[in-house]
């Protein structure tokens, strides 16, 4: 009688892993490209028109958007990890480049939420 109790316990665990998958993943398609220095905004690109572009300039990053993605493909960071999170192209998906106090964020298509605290796009 106890495996079968396990059984049914692993199972619900399955499920309710399957839902919050479903509920927490980001959204639909983004449009733009939002990029943030420092809180500041820097930059605003259409993810439907590729090309590269360098931020800043002794501190910089190089982002690239091809294919209705954007990735940050090289960088003079110590940590390298905006360069490893590979592609976002999804609302609400981000790269953060701490040691340059960057953030690339994809916006529009709907999958955006207001930020109560902040009163911008989250």
């Known amino acids: 009688m106890k495996h079968r ?20 993943r980001p959204g639909s398609a983004g449009q733009y490209v939002l990029v943030t220095a420092d809180g500041t905004e820097v930059g ?12 800043g300039e002794e501190d910089y990053n190089v982002l690239e958007i091809r294919d209705g993605a954007a990735a940050v493909t090289e960088a003079n960071c110590g940590d390298h990890t905006c360069v490893r999170t590979g592609k976002i192209r999804r ?3 981000t790269i953060i480049c701490l040691p340059h106090h960057l953030v690339v964020k994809i916006i529009g298509g709907g999958g955006e939420t207001a930020d109560a605290v902040s009163g911008g796009i989250s």
């Not at 199972?11 to 998958?21: E, I, Q």
């Open 5 to 24: 109790y396990d059984l049914l316990l692993i199972l619900l665990l399955l499920a309710a892993a399957g839902v919050l998958f479903f509920l927490l």
């Open 44 to 55: 605003r690109y259409p993810l439907d028109e590729d090309r590269t572009v360098t931020i």
């Open 91 to 93: 609302s609400g998906e």
